[in-house]
């Protein structure tokens, strides 16, 4: 679940971008900019942490069994 931060923050810059362009405000344009790149930072910072080594799978195949 720690990649669901990135989605409402790429969401929120699409949103002042497309409304920023449609209603030519620079304002909301710069703002969509700005919060396009923290949601790259935020993807990539999920995706390194995502990519770590975890714990080596159990011999059996099956995932373990969670309560």
Same mark, same amino acid.
């Given at each position: 679940?720690?990649?669901?931060?990135?989605v $409402?923050?790429?969401?929120?810059?699409?949103?002042?971008?497309?409304?920023?362009?449609?209603?030519?405000?620079?304002?909301? @344009?710069?703002?969509? @900019?700005?919060?396009?790149?923290?949601?790259?930072?935020?993807?990539?910072?999920?995706?390194?942490?995502?990519?770590?080594?975890? +714990? +080596?799978p159990?011999?059996?195949?099956? +995932?373990? @069994?969670? $309560?």
């Amino acid at each position: 679940m720690a990649g669901h931060g990135a989605v $409402p923050s790429g969401s929120s810059a699409v949103a002042a971008l497309s409304t920023g362009a449609v209603a030519d405000v620079p304002e909301l @344009r710069t703002l969509g @900019r700005v919060l396009l790149w923290v949601a790259v930072a935020v993807w990539g910072v999920v995706w390194l942490r995502g990519s770590a080594p975890g +714990p +080596p799978p159990s011999e059996g195949g099956a +995932p373990p @069994r969670t $309560p």
